[in-house]
């Protein structure tokens, strides 16, 4: 699974870990991540992110 990072403040968003903060489960890819999820450093939305190789 891919890491994405958030083009405005830099979090990674790291499937392996997910975002146990905010409800999404360790093993949760970015493609499966509620459409409302938003960065939870600035609150960007999904579409501020972009996939690490």
Known sequence: MSKWECTVCGYIYDPEQGDPDNGVAPGTPFEGLPD???????????DEFHRLE
């Open 36 to 46: 409302d999820w938003q960065c939870p450093v600035c609150g960007a939305f999904k």
